[in-house]
């Protein structure tokens, strides 16, 4: 493959949304690739000058800064494995040193205060912890637990801190506790069973005791204000379809409201005073993000499949622009509803020049808590470059459609998906999209797992696989991968591997590896502690020792790569394992 558009579109420098310090809003940071690499930069909006505060082999995503804006702090962990610890230097720049004295961990949550006082969660082969650090003295651990847990915020006046917990055993649908410095429990918003409650921050006052909450007590995300003080609980309801989430507004006044319905966003300011919902004219397409700052103005994200991202205000400005060429647009996506057996299916689809019907890429996402959006992605438009239809389907277990389509997944994992995804085929195929004969399935994390668990249980409508840091065999995959996510899969089949070995049993690829027909690419990260390798080795073994046609694409990183080339690297080689199979030159 020569170096054609769809590289342009992975090396085309990008930037996140900024983030930006409560008392000293001029002092900013994102995220970017400039580098060859997704890393840290800190931006001084008084002055204009960007600097880049981190540099490490594989990248570094998470960072924050101190309300003063006089430190950065960002997680270090080793070659992609997200276990590691908090790092901090200077704004200005300067070299970084260990924030804390705690021992290496998962992250779950950080909250840096006006008084210097620091609040870190931890996740780990003890559960979850979270520590309360005062300057000059030791840490001191005022919440533990063994089942999953986070910090979700801390009060500007630093006298409650909220907890999103699962003590009750079910981490996909999470509880609240607020607790005083020194751990002692304030309240609990417990919602019952199937129906989680998530801290979305205080209000941003001193004094304000007000805690944003999401909640699913109707079926679908929604908000609620809770005064764990008084007890005082008010829901908000808005006539909109869909799903919303939202933030204060810096003088607590007001919120801003992300409404997302049927794979789109938009935004809007709600009044606490009026109840007036007052929509923000934003392009058509899917929002990676929005801020408001201390003028009340708005800073946010968008972007569509057919452009990339721009960073604009409500002021009319453009925020943020990369440096460089920008990337070459794409296609626009198509929206398809296909009846499933669980009921309407919602699939966008991406399409060369021409008349079908195409070869075509199912890319099955990740998570399975997500969704697919209409939103710019390089891998999806690098498959359309090379005259491959693509289609991407929420089905069963996405976010975006209430909450009994999320959790429908439950019943049979892995399963249940699959029946969405098999409808949408056998509808692309009957409507003249797709041609049959050359049908590829595909997908990174829960996306990898689904694609092999696909061309195991439906070996005859898969020509060629392509799985990216997949679950390959599931009860390997629960020994060795992070404790959070082991808590998740407890939720998810109602027990581990030892309480109910049946379920693991039917939903893992590794089941049906006999049944397999479908020539097969795996990728694989070293140092994934989501879906490890030793899992992954598992399932090639047995394609071994069957005779079974498949690579492997192994990469020293974790749960996918930050470095811009790596990654040009394996779509390479995705399309080409795929062009090869299906004959394609």
Known sequence: MSDERWKQRFRAARVSLPGWAREAPDRSLFRSNASGTWEIYTWDRS???????TSRPNGTLSGTLDPYGRELWWFADTDGDEFGVWRKQPFEGGESVAATVLEPAYPAGLALARSGRVIVGRSGQHGTSIHLIDPGQDPVTIYEHEENAYLGGLSRDERLI???HSEHGDSRHPSIKIVNPDGSLVAELHDGPGKGVGPSGFAPVAGDSRLLVSHERRGRDELLIWNPITGEETELTFDLPGEVGASWFPDASALLVGHGYEARDEIYRYDLASGELTRIETPRGSLGGATVRLDGSIEFMFTSAAEPPVIRSTTGAVVLTPPGEPA??????????????GGKIHALVSKPEGDGPFPTVFDVHGGPTAQD???????????VDHGFAVVQVNYRGSTGYGSAWRDALEEKVGLIELEDVKAVRDWSVASGLADPAKMVLTGGSWGGYLTLLGIGTQPDDWTVAVAGVPVADYVAAYEDEMEALQAFDRSLFGGSPAEVPEKYEESSPITYVERVEAPVLVLAGENDPRCPIRQIDNYLARLDELGKTHEVYRFDAGHGSLVVEERIKQVEAEIGFAMKNLNMG
């Open 47 to 53: 002055t204009g000058e960007q600097r880049q505060a």
């Open 162 to 164: 909220a907890i999103g």
């Open 328 to 341: 070459p647009p794409s296609v626009p996506v198509e929206d398809a509803w296909v009846d499933g057996p």
């Open 373 to 383: 959006t209409d939103a710019f992605n390089p891998g999806t438009a690098a498959w």
